[in-house]
């Protein structure tokens, strides 16, 4: 399966009204050529990020849009960018408008099938051992508090807020972090992985990468969809992350990720039915 920059494609609109790439310098300091002129429409593609995405082309070269809820992107890309993590270089941004260099690669669903499993799991902890190198103390108290306020409400989640923040780590070591860490935000391309889709939130530490990324190894939400069995291949991953990091080991940081995701879900949604599942069996 191919993906591009990270989104799987839906369906292609016709046209996207409005919108043109501006001539500019570039966004970041990666020394990219932005696109120019008015830009076509390839085919829309499909994120959880809450943006429209859309994959473009104007005369010079083929790039990804996305539009709304950009800025968090923005800003988390530039200051891992500006420490040398391989992501997409940033074309532009104006308004709440993002254009962003189209990674053509391997999804990791399709990289696992035959790739080099041990090669996916050095650029991982290569990644996290990075993250980690400059860290403090905080307390997450509160913001567990804050982003967990929904749970009470929710009907169908086996704990109260209390319950579930008495089993989370109160305090952690905040540091670089991504932001979305998943198997779905990494691509392989020309003999090397990449980071995509960064963004910056209110759990700012590797710990919680880590554990965002045990919502793929360890409940295969990117596996969700398929009849793929690559059990072995992301356990030998996450066995590493963990002897690394023990950390993360705690399931109940798995459980707050997928709360992420939880959210921007409803009743009846088989999202929201895998979900509830991993959450039982790691609660």
Sequence with gaps: ???ASGYQRSGPPASITGITTLTNTPADTAGALRPVAAASVIKELYGHSGSQIYLMRDANIT???????????YERMLDLRAAAYPLPAIYGKYGD?????????LDMQAYLLTGDVSALADFILDMLNRLSERCYDRDYSDVYWQKLDFVDESGDLPFTRQQLISRLPS???????HGDFTLENILYSNDAFYLIDAATVEYNSF???IAKLRQDLQCKWFLRKTNLMLDVKVQYIQDRVL?????????????????????????????????????????
């Design 1 to 3: 399966m191919e993906r």
């Design 63 to 73: 790039f990804v849009r996305k539009i709304g809820n950009v800025e968090r992107n």
């Design 97 to 105: 408008t993002l254009d962003l260099e189209y990674i053509h690669g």
């Design 171 to 177: 305090r952690l070591p905040a540091s670089n972090y």
């Design 207 to 209: 710990i919680f990468d």
């Design 243 to 283: 002897e690394r990091f023990t950390v993360a080991k705690e399931d109940a940081l798995v459980i707050l990720m997928l709360l992420r995701v939880y959210r921007h879900t409803c009743a009846g949604d088989p999202d929201r039915t895998f979900i509830l599942e991993a959450i039982k069996n790691l609660w």
